[in-house]
């Protein structure tokens, strides 16, 4: 009966990388999920979603069929699988690399090198069209795990492989050369929800959760206390998007400044509010944010 609740469905990694980041997701979109461990579809508490635990291999299959209406899935996978599907949002977390490895003991100048080796990997497609793209003629070798191996076995020269520390391939006698495709959890869905009034505006409802979410994380709300005679230098050190908001203070010679900041910038400008007077900074998260 839970799949006939008309509710959206949502297609999750049940344990694996993306699995926590994705809750977390939710949660900044206020949508409570139950404890899930044992059961493939959990209901949110309060809000029409429901959720399907799976492998992450099955997620854009099932949204391509429409057993999800929704999911969230690596773009690597998601190209692998080539499920035809929208790619609604860049989740901007899961960020990855595929790339190439070669032994140690060897060298790679040109990409034209790779033409007659065999190349071992677990995403046979994604590596495929990169060669074509290149005009590259190489072996590839599929592999379902452990693709590391494979050159000390003898079964490939080089790898193509996810590589996060490069620990695994020193263990292996091996060293990253380039990257091949670079990747991050995206959020799909089924082709049909265009042409489906109801669940198209669930899922524009859920968009603005998301994406409120999703700018609220790279934003901070900026505070300080300046002297009135710094203010129009202190204005000019703000990267922010509108002017910032100026609050009277008891000391009539000082202002309170607020304003909402790139998080990335706070760390490039601290120093300079400083130096133009600034004083009690305080940088505090934003949980949401419409823009
Ligand atoms: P499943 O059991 O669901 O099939 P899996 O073992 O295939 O899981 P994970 O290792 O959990 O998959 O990786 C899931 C996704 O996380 C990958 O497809 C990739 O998009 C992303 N990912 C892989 N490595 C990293 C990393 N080092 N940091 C962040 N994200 C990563
Ligand atoms: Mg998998």
């Not at 997701?25 to 029409?48: F, G, P, Q």
């Not at 020193?170 to 049909?192: M, P």
């Not at 005679?229 to 990267?239: A, G, M």
């Not at 900041?261 to 601290?270: C, D, H, N, Q």
């Amino acid at each position: 009966d839970n799949m006939l609740n008309g509710n959206l469905k949502l297609a999750l990694q049940k344990n694996g990388r993306l699995t926590e980041k994705s809750l977390n997701l939710l949660k900044s979109c206020d949508i409570d999920i139950e404890e899930y461990s044992a059961r493939l579809i959990v209901t949110a508490r309060n809000y029409n979603l429901d959720i399907l635990l799976l492998r992450d291999d099955d997620i854009p299959e099932y949204v391509m069929d429409g057993v999800a209406d929704i999911g969230i899935v690596g773009e690597d996978v998601l190209y692998e699988k080539k499920a035809n599907v929208d790619v609604v949002r860049k989740l901007g977390y899961g960020k990855c690399k595929l790339s190439l490895a070669i032994p140690e003991s060897q060298t790679l100048e040109d990409l034209s090198e790779l033409n007659g080796k065999r190349i071992a990997t677990s995403f046979p497609n994604i590596l495929k069209s990169y060669l074509t793209q290149n005009n590259i003629n190489a072996t590839v070798v599929e592999i379902s795990g452990s693709v590391e191996i494979a050159p000390s076995l003898g079964v490939a020269d080089y790898i193509c492989d996810l590589v996060s520390t490069g620990n695994t391939l020193k263990f292996n006698k091996l060293k990253k050369s380039f990257d091949i495709f670079s990747s991050q959890a995206v959020l799909i869905a089924n082709k049909n929800i265009e042409n489906d009034p109801d669940k198209k505006s669930q899922l524009d409802n859920l968009l603005v959760r998301i994406d409120s979410a999703l700018t609220a994380r790279k934003s901070k709300y900026l505070m300080m206390n300046a002297p009135k005679n710094s203010l129009e230098k202190i204005e000019s050190i703000i990267p922010s998007l509108k002017s910032p908001t100026i609050l009277p203070l008891a000391d009539p010679e000082m202002v309170a400044v607020h304003a909402v900041i790139p998080t990335s910038k706070f760390w490039e400008i601290y120093k300079d509010l400083k130096e133009a007077g600034a004083s009690g900074i305080l940088l505090l998260p934003i949980e949401n944010m419409i823009v």
